[in-house]
């Protein structure tokens, strides 16, 4: 169970409750897919840590393994897996996610 | 390294075969999908494990072979 990679995925997922692996920073992604999620974490005001896995491509393929998830971005709150980009779409437009977040206890500052 | 989409609804229907599969190509490039899945065997699953199974049902090739496929998955209401 020692993965090294793994354990570094682990110490980012415990010391942020919402971390989200994506391609580019929160300030310039560089994927349409990771820009959409970084929109709608901005949106509804909740702070996040960005994980670029373009600078670690450990962390990029690792992360995919993890999660037994294909693709990037990938959006965990309290060490859980949420989704990717379609399921935080769906989950944002039916208000699930501010859901969601307000009971795992994450501060959410606007009404989405 | 582009699919085509009978490729990619014959990879899901060999796995689900009760399944509905309406694949859109979205930028015409043979490479980005929109694909919709109704099947019963996504019923009482969460999304995460719904879509995981459209995945494994690509074996491997999405995120590879297949670029982008925007997944909306359901059991048939």
New interface residues.
């Given amino acids: 169970m020692t993965n090294p990679t793994f354990e570094r995925i682990e110490a980012d997922l415990k010391s942020n409750p919402v971390v989200l692996f994506m391609k580019g920073t929160p300030v310039f992604p560089q994927c349409g897919?990771s820009a959409r999620v970084v929109q709608i974490l901005s949106h509804i005001g909740v702070p996040f840590k960005g994980v670029n896995v373009l600078e670690d491509g450990e962390i990029r393929e690792g992360i995919?393994a993890y999660a037994?998830?294909?693709?990037i971005p990938q959006l965990y709150v309290n060490g859980e897996?949420?989704?990717?980009?379609?399921?935080i779409m769906?989950?944002f437009q039916a208000g699930e996610l501010t859901t969601m977040l307000k009971d795992q206890g994450i501060p959410v500052s606007a009404e989405a | 390294m582009a699919m085509q989409p009978a490729e990619i609804e014959a990879l899901i229907k060999a796995a689900l075969p009760d399944a509905q599969v309406t694949i859109e190509d979205l930028a015409g490039d043979g490479d980005h999908y929109a694909a919709t899945v109704v099947s019963e065997a996504f019923r009482g699953r969460s999304r995460v494990q719904q879509h995981q199974i459209v995945y494994a049902a690509l074996q491997g090739r999405m995120g590879g072979a297949l670029h982008a496929l925007a997944l909306q998955t359901s059991a048939p209401t």
Wanted: negative net charge.
């Fill in positions: 897919f995919k037994n998830w294909p693709t897996f949420v989704g990717g980009c379609d399921i769906e989950m």
